[in-house]
């Protein structure tokens, strides 16, 4: 009759899981996952698992998950413990057998109730723990709106000016120099578009040897000079 019974609720909870399981869908395609095939697990230390077979009804994956199956636990018998004699007194009446007091005799703690109490604990811890483990990952979420535009920055500090002229002039039959600021000096010169050297006479002037059309036009760089 026990075994009957465990064996229907065995039954019971491998119907649950199996409706629970049909709601399953492919991670791959979407599609509807069927349940085709279920072995008994070797694997875990404790009882109870089953390895559940699943094929998608789209593109035919196989996926394997392990199912906790509730077994019925039949019900406990009660052993009854037999108390020594309370009439067993040494020679001097005052001690039990083996020196002890008749009132520290106690019954002992049902030892198979606890320790199928502690099957039950650590049945449902595997099972929590692997039914956490083994959930599938849910689909990622849409990217959320842009966050608000930070506060603007300091302004930089004022950048100096370049102090950097480019003089340009004619070479020809009426001139072929040229002559940088008071306050500047020649920086570099040349004569023409093939840049031919110029003559410098002094440190603000410029100009070709030979006002020749190879020369035109005349090209110097004058750079202000810092103020002392």
Same mark, same amino acid.
């Given at each position: 009759?026990?075994?009957?019974?465990?064996?229907?609720?065995?039954?019971?909870?491998?119907?649950?899981?199996s409706e629970r399981t049909t709601d399953m869908r492919c991670l791959a395609c979407g599609a509807e996952m069927h349940l085709i095939a279920v072995a008994p697990d070797k694997t875990m230390?404790?009882?109870?698992?089953?390895?559940?077979?699943?094929?998608c009804s789209g593109c035919h994956d196989h996926v394997r998950r392990l199912v906790?199956?509730?077994?019925?636990?039949?019900?406990?018998?009660? %052993?009854?413990?037999?108390?020594?004699?309370?009439?067993?007194?040494?020679?001097d009446q005052d001690k039990t057998a083996e020196g002890a007091s008749p009132r520290a005799v106690r019954a002992g703690p049902?030892?198979?109730?606890?320790?199928?109490f502690g099957m039950l604990?650590?049945?449902?811890?595997?099972?929590?723990?692997?039914?956490?483990?083994?959930?599938?990952?849910?689909? &990622?979420?849409?990217?959320?709106?842009?966050?608000?535009?930070?506060?603007?920055?300091?302004?930089?500090?004022?950048g100096t000016a370049s102090g950097i002229r480019i003089v340009r002039s004619n070479c020809? %039959?009426?001139?072929?120099?040229?002559?940088?600021?008071?306050? %500047?000096?020649?920086?570099?010169?040349?004569?023409?578009p093939k840049r031919?050297?110029? &003559?410098?006479?002094?440190e603000r002037t410029a100009a070709c040897s030979s006002r020749a059309?190879?020369?035109n036009p005349l090209v110097a760089v004058c750079a202000q000079m810092a103020s002392p």
């Open positions: 009759m026990a075994a009957r019974g465990a064996r229907a609720a065995a039954c019971d909870a491998r119907n649950r899981e230390m404790v009882p109870g698992y089953e390895e559940h077979t699943f094929e906790f199956i509730p077994r019925a636990i039949g019900p406990l018998t009660s %052993e009854r413990m037999q108390l020594p004699p309370a009439g067993l007194q040494t020679r049902p030892i198979k109730a606890i320790h199928v604990i650590v049945i449902a811890l595997a099972g929590a723990m692997i039914t956490s483990i083994q959930a599938p990952k849910g689909p &990622v979420g849409d990217q959320g709106p842009p966050g608000p535009k930070g506060p603007q920055g300091d302004a930089g500090l004022p020809d %039959e009426t001139t072929c120099a040229v002559k940088c600021g008071e306050n %500047e000096m020649l920086l570099t010169a040349y004569c023409g031919n050297s110029a &003559v410098t006479p002094t059309p190879a020369n």
